[in-house]
């Protein structure tokens, strides 16, 4: 078992053992309903055949059918889609979205594809799940290294087999029935999170700094809502390592400049630092939104700020959780901060069910509504377990699931 699986499991076994869950319902909330492996194999532009592994693991539907990203790294397995599915499936529950949790990925260093390469890679993925997904059985969504782009061939390949449905993928350009909004759902969910505790701490984002770790869709959205706000982002970083300027980065060049070279190689608004730089550099919100595990014990003594949002899932290592906790810093964590994401996925699903489409204004403000419930929700756990934002969330995940689960029966 992976790290980051026993890190998953470890908090949903806390939050049983706090509910006092028999261990055999604790067992059956952790098991995955299902798991899909799919041999792709695919003609590559050199007139060779590349084969990759793909993986769709369906993790509980008791509140609604499986819902979760599909990503595109080389790092992908059996054990790192299960923990981000089981993450799925206490992250819709504790914001209220009634999904349940899955989550796929094909194992695949995509930057290294090409666009043609990518398409008959995604399409031959769909052959392989086609009859698993769908409206109201699982609903993928992009997460890393995928976009509306490659949710529209999952749609296109899925109509094949189905007919039209434009609600078996969310995240879909708006041109095939997607949702505005939607590509900055998860990073504004991630900066209302951040809102909701700073009024709980008597402060406001206007003059505070931060730095990013990921300068993918959820960071960069997450950058300029923050700067939108009067703050300043003063680090921001990807694959091409770190790039700090105390002044403040110019998010919009940075967004555009990344768009266009695919990575910030080469960058000039900010020092180029090494690649984990940006976990150091001293600020006031830290927003790790890249991988997991890369807060952990042997680094988490030096991080310079005073609250961390996680974008990313599961960042923070437990060890590192507990490090933080003694030092007083805040930390809002994956399961509630970037629910932004799976919630306006549901505002997309259920407008495509409807055939009737939501204006910007509109998808924003129910978004904003989510988030302050869900902080509603963690707030009142945590008072009432004596608990952490972490712990208080995977207790509130859990409690809901645990209710639906035990009122379905077997």
């Known amino acids: 078992m992976s790290t980051f699986l026993a890190n998953t499991q470890r908090y949903v076994e806390e939050a049983c053992r706090t509910l006092a869950i028999p261990a055999d319902v604790t067992k059956q909330l952790m098991t995955p309903h299902r798991e899909v492996r799919v041999e792709c194999n695919v003609a590559m532009d050199d007139g060779s055949i590349g084969t990759f592994m793909g993986f769709r693991v369906q ?3 008791s509140r609604g059918p499986f819902k979760g990203g599909l990503r595109y790294h080389h790092h992908v397995d059996s054990d790192e889609v299960t923990a981000l599915a089981s993450l799925m499936t206490w992250k819709t529950a504790i914001v209220g979205v009634p999904f349940g949790g899955a989550k796929g990925g094909i194992a695949v260093k995509a930057r290294e594809l090409s666009e043609a390469e990518l398409q008959r ?27 509306g782009q490659v949710m529209a061939w999952i749609f296109d ?47 406001s984002p206007q003059g505070l700094t931060a730095a990013i770790q990921g300068f993918g869709n959820v960071g960069t959205w997450a950058a300029r809502d923050f700067v939108t706000l009067g703050g300043k982002i003063v680090a921001i ?10 002044a403040g ?13 695919r990575s910030l190689a080469g960058f000039t608004g900010g020092e180029h630092l090494a690649g984990d730089a940006v976990l150091f550099t001293e600020c ?3 927003i790790p939104a890249a991988l997991a595990s890369v807060l952990t014990k042997d680094n988490a003594g030096d991080v310079r700020a005073r609250i961390i949002v996680e974008g990313a899932n599961g960042p923070t290592t437990p060890e590192a959780d507990a490090i933080f906790a003694q030092r007083g810093i805040h930390v809002i964590p994956d399961v509630y901060a970037n629910a932004g994401g799976v919630t306006v996925s549901y505002f997309e699903w259920s407008q495509n069910q409807q055939h009737f489409y939501w204006e910007l204004e509109r998808v924003n403000a129910e978004l904003r509504k989510v988030m302050q419930r869900g902080f509603e929700t963690l ?12 712990e208080a969330a995977f207790i509130a ?14």
Not at 130 to 146: F, L, M, R, S
Not at 237 to 246: Q, R
Request: charged share 25%; proline share 4%; hydrophobic share 35%.
């Open 59 to 61: 993790h509980d539907d």
């Open 121 to 147: 890679l995604t399409r031959r993925f769909v052959d392989g799940i086609h009859d698993i997904i769908g409206a109201t059985k699982d609903i993928p969504a992009p997460d890393v290294n995928t976009n």
């Open 157 to 203: 390949q899925y109509t094949k087999y189905h007919g039209y449905e434009p609600g078996v993928v969310t995240g879909k350009p708006v041109a095939l029935r997607g949702s505005v909004g939607r590509d900055a759902a998860t990073g504004r969910g991630v900066i209302f999170a951040l809102e909701e505790l700073l009024t709980t701490l008597g402060e």
């Open 237 to 246: 970083a990807d694959i091409a390592g770190t790039f700090v300027n105390p």
């Open 249 to 261: 980065i110019d998010v919009e060049a940075a967004a555009a400049y990344a768009r266009q070279h």
């Open 284 to 286: 006031d919100v830290r």
């Open 379 to 390: 707030a009142k756990t945590r008072r009432k377990y004596d608990v952490s934002f972490r």
């Open 397 to 410: 995940g859990v409690g809901r699931v645990w209710d639906t689960t035990t009122t379905r029966g077997l």
